[in-house]
């Protein structure tokens, strides 16, 4: 075994003791059942209920959104917004290379085209500088659309994403927006409990979204929710997402093809519960970024990432990123650190070598794969302590 994967197996094991972890797991205590015993009891377990009504209340006000529309995953949340921020057939998107597939895949569910954008290394986020130099170069506003000259599309929306939980440059993000009559779809699925300048992620732009999947920072089983302060986007949101229905005593009338993506009520009591406890989780991550970035401050090499300048990140992942001049030890790190019982994985591969996406428009994406070679996380379930 190589010195550099032996010195981060011994680093993890100084944070998190000689018990297995995993890469994040949910923790739910007697309020999770009290809660899901208690929709059993109603038998109300589907999208109508009281707790789907009070998970959106309660995320409005921590998020500080003025609308919430709970859904049944981030996935559909994203598509949803996208539908509603008036992506169609053969818009471009333009998403990050490096993100988790599904922000691709919603472009694509609106029969849109994802384009892809580059990384920047003090965010993990979209590059704004490079992407404005990009649009200035690649695109022309012709009746107040922004046009991709290259292929002659209509780039429609930018769906920044805030990696691992880290803010990215959002302000730069939103003048790139004006600037370009883009609308904002903020990806903020690992950001709950994230701010900038102490207003939440997800909040900033024309819609974002948020993921209570298993592996969040807090679970709904599955889960998602679309935040806007647009009133006319919410309820069409809402629409959308419940069959486009028209609220009726006893008639099925349905205006236009709607999807069923609301939250069942069932999983909104598990968020509710998740929720009372989400402040003491982000507490207790930046707790465990500051022991792992002392465990492995002797270990050269490596950084543990930290949080951008004027953010508060939740630190959802904790992110090991290796030097150029030893990303080659990367497969041995990830076998190592997994072989001992603590569970890391690489960044995702980046979008555009994914065979789906091969083929989509894209910027030069250096950093996103030069980053994609380096990122490993590290096991960062809220419950870790040291042992
Ligand atoms: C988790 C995640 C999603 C999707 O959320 P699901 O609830 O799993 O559908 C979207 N984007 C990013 C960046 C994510 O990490």
Known sequence: MGVLAQQ?????????????????????????????????????????????????????????????????SGTAALHIALLVAGVGPDDEVLVPALSFVAT???????????????????TLGMDPGRLRDYLVETTETQKGRCVNRVTGR??????????????????????????????????????LGSTASGKHMGTFGDAGILSFNGNKIITTGGGGALLTGDRKLASRARHLSTTAKIPHKWKYIH??????????????????????????????????????????STVSGVRIFEEPEGCRSNYWLQTL??????????????????????????AWTPLHKLKPYETCPKMRLEVSESLARRIINLPSSPGLMRQ
């Open 321 to 346: 990123i290796l030097d150029e001049s030893f990303e080659d030890e990367i497969d041995e790190i990830l076998e190592e650190t997994n072989r001992c019982g603590y569970m890391t994985r690489p």
């Open 154 to 191: 209509t780039v429609r929306a930018l769906v920044p994403m805030h990696t691992y939980g880290h803010p990215l440059l959002i302000d730069e993000i939103l003048e790139i927006g004006k600037e370009f009559n883009l609308t904002i779809i903020e990806d903020a699925a690992e950001a």
């Open 255 to 296: 205006d236009e093809v709607g999807f069923n993506y609301r939250m069942p009520n069932l999983n909104a009591a598990i968020g509710c519960a998740q929720l009372t406890k989400l402040s003491v989780f982000v507490e207790r991550k930046r707790e465990l970024y500051l022991e792992y970035k002392s465990a492995f």
């Open 104 to 122: 691709a895949n919603a472009v694509v569910y609106c029969g849109a085209i994802p384009h892809f954008i580059d990384s920047d290394t003090t």
């Open 8 to 72: 981060v197996v011994a680093a993890i094991q100084s944070v998190v003791g000689d018990t297995k972890a995993g890469l994040h797991e949910p923790k739910f205590t007697s309020s999770e059942y009290r809660l899901v015993q208690n929709c059993l009891d109603s038998t109300m377990v589907s999208s109508v209920g009281e707790y789907v009504e009070r998970f959106e209340e309660n995320l409005a006000e921590y998020t500080g959104s003025p609308y919430v529309v709970a859904m049944s």
